[in-house]
Structure formats: C-alpha cells, structure tokens
C-alpha cells in the first residue's frame, strides 16, 4: 500500500497549484481520501476530505471556496485544487487514507507529503 503526493511547489501569493495524490497497492474506488498539512512550528491541520464516491466533500474554513478537491478512480488519483494562495497555505501537504468510504472512518494509512511554499 502506497499513497504519494506530489505537485507541491514554490508559487506567489495568488497563484494556483494542483497537488496530486497517487495510490498503489490497492484500489482507491473503495475509500475516502482527506489531504491534511503541517506547517513549520504549527499542529496539523486537516484540509479537506472526499468520499469514496466523491459525492461528499468538505473543506476546513481556512481553504473553503479556494481549495477544491477530487478524484479520478480510473487513475487511482485524488486531486487538491489550490487557488487564491496565500502565505499562510505554506506547508507540507500529506494524503491520506481512511478505512472505509466515508471520511467518518478512521485513517489507517498516510503518505509522503509534498511542499508547498507561497511567497508574499
């Protein structure tokens, strides 16, 4: 089981990234996904989350309305849209994997996480 995000970058406040997150090992069809991010000094703090299905997302207030997350089955991959960046988006970006379809499931499973810096 394997997930990896990447996609994360240097980017100026205002600008745009797509972060990816790929799975391997197993099928993603089955689970909800959540990216979560660490900032230097900072607790991590959950992102945003999609279910199996992707019917059902939702987004911390602090992305909401410039975040947009989503995800290809066919290609295993789940997506984060990031727009309208600010500095305070800096961090490292992590997937992750929850046990079952819905993002009340537990987490059984992150991955590597991926950069993002903004510059003001």
């Known amino acids: 089981v394997q997930l990896q995000a990447s996609g994360g970058g240097l980017v100026q406040a205002g600008g745009s990234l797509r972060l990816s997150c790929a799975a391997s090992?197993?099928?993603?069809?089955?689970?909800?996904i959540s990216w979560f991010r660490q900032a230097p000094g900072k607790e991590r703090e959950g992102v945003s989350c999609?279910?199996?299905?992707?019917?059902?997302?939702s987004y911390a207030d602090s992305v909401k309305g410039r975040f947009t997350i989503s995800r290809d089955n066919a290609k295993n991959t789940v997506y984060l849209q990031m727009n309208s960046l600010k500095p305070e988006d800096t961090a490292v970006y992590y997937c992750?994997?929850?046990?079952?379809?819905?993002?009340?499931?537990?987490?059984?499973?992150w991955g590597q996480g991926t950069l993002v810096t903004v510059s003001s």
């Open positions: 090992g197993f099928t993603l069809d089955y689970y909800a």
């Open positions: 992750a994997k929850r046990s079952g379809s819905s993002c009340l499931y537990e987490y059984d499973y």
């Open positions: 999609i279910s199996s299905s992707g019917g059902i997302t």
